[in-house]
C-alpha cells in the first residue's frame, strides 16, 4: 500500500481577513509559520520518502517546514494550486456576495454547478489534482508521499476518491496545517484520517495559534 498524507497550508492574513486567496500567491502570517512549525514538530507519520506541493508560497513554506524534518526537497506541482477564484480573488464574501448573489448560493448550496467569473469549476480542479495525485502515487508504490495544498483542493480530492458528490464537499472540513491521512491499494482507498488539528490542540487553548479559517 501506498501513503499519502494531505495537508493543507497555515494560516494567512488574507484567511484572517477572509479574502479569497485562490491563485494568488500570499504568504503564511505569523501564526501560520508558528502552526507549519508545530505541524513539523508533531507529525503523525515516523518516515516520509517525498513531499510535493502546490507551487503558491503559503503551500511551499508549509511543505518547507515538514522537509526539513525529514531532510527532503519539497517537489512544486502546479496542479495542486488552489481553485482559481478569478474575478473573485482579493474581495471578502460580502463584497462577493453583493456583486453575485446567484454564484455565491451555488458555491455553498451546489458548488458542482458553481461558475465564478473568469475562474476556475469544482470539477476541474478536481480532475486536475486527481489525475496528477494518482500519478505520484504510481510512482511511489509502497512509499509514504506528503502533499501539501489547499481546502477546496484538498476537499475535491478527497470527494473524488470516497465516491462523494461535488455537491457535499463542504461536509469535508479543513482547517489550517489539517492532517489528512489515506492508503491506496490499487483502486482501494482506505482513509485513516481527515481534517486531524490535534497537534495544534494545546497552543490553540493557550492563544498561541489563534483560530482556524475555512476560507480558501
Known amino acids: 500500500m501506498t501513503r499519502v498524507v494531505l495537508i493543507r497550508h497555515g494560516q494567512t492574513e488574507w484567511n484572517n481577513a477572509g479574502r479569497y486567496q485562490g491563485q494568488s500567491n500570499t504568504e503564511l502570517s505569523e501564526a501560520g509559520c508558528r502552526q507549519a512549525e508545530i505541524l513539523a514538530d508533531n507529525f503523525p507519520v515516523e518516515k516520509v520518502d517525498a513531499i510535493y506541493s502546490s507551487d503558491l508560497n503559503r503551500a511551499l513554506a508549509t511543505a518547507e517546514a515538514v522537509a526539513k524534518k525529514f531532510n527532503l526537497e519539497v517537489i512544486p506541482e502546479i496542479d ?42 469544482f470539477p476541474q480542479v478536481a480532475e486536475r489534482a486527481v489525475k496528477r495525485l494518482k500519478e505520484i502515487i504510481a510512482d511511489n508504490e509502497g512509499k509514504t508521499v506528503v502533499v501539501t495544498a489547499h481546502g477546496a483542493v484538498i476537499r475535491s480530492m478527497l470527494a473524488t476518491l470516497m465516491h462523494i458528490p461535488l455537491h457535499y464537499l463542504w461536509s469535508i472540513r479543513q482547517d489550517n496545517t489539517a492532517v489528512n491521512v489515506l492508503r491506496f491499494d490499487g483502486d482501494y482507498v482506505m482513509v485513516e484520517a481527515i481534517n486531524n488539528t490535534a497537534h495544534l490542540g494545546k497552543f490553540i487553548a493557550a492563544g498561541v495559534v489563534k483560530g482556524q479559517s475555512p476560507t480558501k
Not at 89 to 98: A, H, R
Not at 101 to 107: D, G, I, L, R, T
Open 80 to 121: 495542486f494550486r488552489e481553485l482559481d477564484f478569478g474575478d473573485w480573488e482579493g474581495l471578502t464574501y460580502p463584497e462577493i456576495n453583493e456583486k453575485w448573489p446567484e454564484e455565491v448560493a451555488n458555491f455553498f448550496g451546489a458548488p458542482e454547478k458553481l461558475k465564478i467569473p473568469n475562474g476556475e469549476t
